[in-house]
């Protein structure tokens, strides 16, 4: 069987279980949705159905157009794009290669998140963007890209024409480059898009500074941001790594959980810097890594002559990126089943940093208000879950639940 064959065979395999794993669960949520609406109002119960079974309608779609994308390149693309792009500098090339794909595969996918922001999320009351500001952030993003995802990539190709051990090198590069971005992320990149100001209430300033004292942090800033002006959803997040961080709440969570329920997110928060969960991700995403340059290092050339492109810097990078997302695929189960236990783990922190039914309040309050449907099916919860399923999660606090089916 040739290498070619055993890899369509292989990306047919990946994709024939999104599918599947999406109608399994567009089949349970249809059945679920019919029973007594649990944790949120019966309105949301049945709106937050309905999203999820139109959210895996549309990754069905995706999935497809994935799998088209990928005989595209594999038996046209690649070479074409060898042969129109004709820079006599091989490094120049490389970088320019590479932007290429990516900008090619931004404008396939491009319909799919237009519809997605103006339509579904709008539709649903999640969506507040205008067309002017996701044209502003378009471009911001893509200024990022260009810039510094350009050098990066320059850098990236001088290491693998350094030779047989490129992927060694380039490995501990990229790995270097995302622990800076998550270090800079809250102070130099996020403030690109939103707007950071202090926090004016400084009752609550002061409680969450008392909180973070607690576990040995200090704060490097309490700051809220203007999310609603491109989404309703809730959320907050710790910024920057070691002892000190910065505390970023968003204007939508703090109009609708009180002072009490908001430290209770916070302290759960805490709780995986507490359980130093942020370096066992930090272990895991490199183990990933480490495993995916291990296997684009050593790519075989038969491979290569197959496709009809030569073994080069920027091919062998459309590679990666053409079959990162099966591997990463098939990693998630793990990933999710440590991260589920790292969050049962947090919520028992936060509850006693503040109390259980704090906890439990703002997330069932959290539930509602981003319309996240408590139920799914087992497998999906197996590939997809970070966190446990928000009914289990409650029961561990000690909430009550009954979600039999009734019919």
Request: charged share 20%.
């Amino acid at each position: 069987m040739s290498i070619l064959l055993t890899i369509g065979i292989i990306y047919f395999i990946y994709v024939l279980t999104k599918i599947y794993i999406s109608t399994m669960e567009i089949g349970y949520i249809s059945r679920a949705k019919q029973d007594p609406a649990v944790i949120l109002a019966p309105s949301n119960y049945i709106k937050a159905a309905n999203y999820k079974i139109a959210t895996q309608r549309m990754e069905m779609l995706t999935t497809l157009v994935e799998y088209l994308m990928f005989i595209f390149w594999i038996g046209f693309g690649l070479k074409w794009l060898e042969r129109v792009i004709t820079i006599g500098d091989p490094t120049l090339k490389s970088v320019v290669y590479v932007m290429a794909f990516v900008v090619i595969g931004y404008l396939v996918s491009l319909p799919f998140d237009l519809y997605k922001t103006f339509y579904l999320d709008k539709k649903f009351g999640f969506s507040n963007m205008t067309p002017r500001l996701y044209i502003v952030d378009t471009l911001k993003s893509a200024a990022l890209f260009f810039i510094f995802g350009g050098a990066i990539l320059y850098v990236l190709v001088k290491f693998i024409g350094m030779g047989e051990n490129w992927w060694i090198w380039g490995f501990g590069f990229i790995f270097v480059v995302i622990l800076i971005i998550n270090l800079i992320y809250p102070t130099l990149i996020a403030p690109i898009f939103n707007k950071f100001e202090v926090l004016k209430d400084e009752n609550l300033r002061g409680s969450i500074e008392k909180l973070l004292s607690k576990v040995g942090l200090r704060s490097d800033g309490v700051f809220t941001i203007d999310a609603s002006k491109r989404d309703n959803r809730l959320n907050a997040y710790f910024g920057g790594l070691g002892k000190s961080k910065r505390v970023v709440l968003y204007d939508t969570l703090i109009e609708k959980l009180n002072e009490s329920e908001l430290l209770a997110v916070l302290g759960h928060e805490l709780g995986h810097y507490k359980h130093k969960d942020i370096l066992k991700n930090i272990f895991m995403t490199g183990t990933l890594m480490f495993i995916l340059f291990y296997i684009f290092g050593h790519l075989p050339q038969s491979l290569f002559d197959a496709v009809g492109i030569p073994k080069a810097p920027h091919t062998i990078i459309a590679l990666f990126l053409i079959f990162t997302p099966i591997i990463s695929f098939f990693f998630m189960p793990f990933m999710g089943m440590v991260s589920r236990s790292n969050e049962y783990a947090a919520d028992r922190f936060g509850a006693q940093m503040q109390d259980a039914p704090a906890l439990a309040n703002a997330l069932q309050k959290l539930a509602n208000e981003n319309k996240s449907f408590p139920k799914s099916h087992p497998l999906f919860i197996f590939f997809y879950y970070t966190h446990p399923p928000l009914i289990e999660r409650l029961r561990h606090l000690g909430v009550k639940i009954d979600d039999a089916p009734k019919r």
